[in-house]
């Protein structure tokens, strides 16, 4: 789990309390679930996989009710040597559903392998009254397979966890594909999902702008998704003031059975984050994939949360934030394997406990954006731990101190600041403090900050304000 010599999970023992990027992919087959008017049911027939043996997905002689189409739901049937290939006949093919399971037990779970067809496009739609039948379930030790130099496109548009899950077996192999969730989806992954290797992306451009919001939740694995091929997970922006969100819940893990939700040996895998990414609930879990924060994007812990790994796109550390939120609440630890950057956007903490950034390795580094403690409510005078080293070479600091110094807010950095000109040390937006205040308890060097709104002197351990 943890390559570090430290466990990440140990550390996270308090309990807490945009312009959307284009997918640059082209030319690559597409599976699709919508949403269906719910006030209008069609009936829905359902299809299975009867030849027993692999075959070509046009071929209605390995169909038992006809190949799948807009008013046909596919269930797959077949053991571990049975390939089912979508061929050139189902570009462009829309079908009511795609599982792998026959929730009335007749015929046996798929075990074989769904294999994607260049450049085809398949659309599956999801019924909210048929949660059995439609949508895109992926919930039998099965796999589905990209053989194409030119990769491949999942897409699911619609409907809720009742409808789209993956709970089991392989979502991507061979060479890697994309699946994207999109048109007001709700998408579970749980249970024994094993690996993902396609390319994770939540919310698309062009697909359900009037539909509702996408997630993407984990939720109740009893063991880790393995992300494989040096795959992604890219939550895109927001659009028409709809939001893309990748979700790890209270409940994200089973205990006793998987306590790391992701994992990954790919040394660039990474989570892209343009809208939100949210940790909630309470406990601890960790990623090892780090995470990489654009502008208008927000990371939100309300709970633990460890991330094991960086990479180059991060800046070789375990949170890269360009842009947007961090937002801690509650007294949240969260665990770094190698440092967090914080370059643009915000750093807030919410509330009177103590957030803390644990870092097993690295720096915490503030070049820029700007860090605010208690940002809720200024008068709950709230801390943030730093547990490590600081360099603090930009940015502003906004601090606020009650009136003869008896309520202030406190930054603690327990291995050493470093500061330099450019930061900025901003007190009460104004002046007026009326008695010093210490920055840090722990040993500060280097340039001192450009301070507003107060004097700055060093003092044993730290460096303080006082009123100008």
Known sequence: MNIFGRDLLSRLRRRPDRTPRRSPWQDRAVLGVERLDERIVPAVTVTHWTVGASGIWSNAANWDNGVPDATHAAELVGTSGVTITLDSLTTNMTIAGLTTHDPSGVFADFTGT??????????????????????????????????????SILLTGG???????????????????????????????SASASALGDDLVIGKDDQGTASGNNWVTFHNQTQTLAINGGANITVNGPV??????????????????????????????????YDKVVRSGAGGIS???????????????????????????????????????????????????????????????YGTATDTIDLIGGTMTMSGGTLQISADNTANYGQLTVQGSMTWSGGTYQTY?????????????TSGLTTQAAATLRVNGASGIGSWWVVTYASQAGAKPTIIGAQYDNVPGGFAVKSS
């Open 240 to 273: 028409s003031s709809l939001d893309n969100w990748l979700v790890f819940d209270t409940d994200t893990t089973v205990p006793g059975m998987a306590n790391q939700a992701i994992s990954t040996a790919a040394s660039s895998s990474y989570i892209n984050n």
């Open 159 to 189: 409907g809720s966890t009742a409808n789209n899950k993956f709970s089991a077996g392989t979502i991507g192999s061979g060479n890697k594909a994309t699946l994207y969730i999109a048109g007001g989806t709700d998408f579970l992954i």
């Open 287 to 349: 990623i090892d994939t780090p995470i990489y924060n654009n502008s208008g994007s927000e990371l939100q812990l309300t709970a633990g949360l460890g991330v094991n790994k960086s990479n180059a796109t991060t800046g070789n550390n375990s949170i890269d934030q360009q842009g947007g939120t961090t937002d801690l609440s509650g007294g949240v630890t969260l665990a770094l394997a190698q440092g967090f950057l914080l370059n643009g956007g915000y750093l807030l903490t």
């Open 401 to 413: 101190v009650q009136t003869g110094g008896v309520g202030r807010d406190l930054l603690n950095v």
């Open 114 to 151: 769904l294999e994607l067809a260049k450049g085809a496009t398949l659309t599956v739609t999801s019924d909210a009254t048929d949660t059995s039948n439609t949508g895109f379930k992926w919930t039998t030790n099965a796999t589905i397979k990209n053989d194409h130099t030119t990769d």
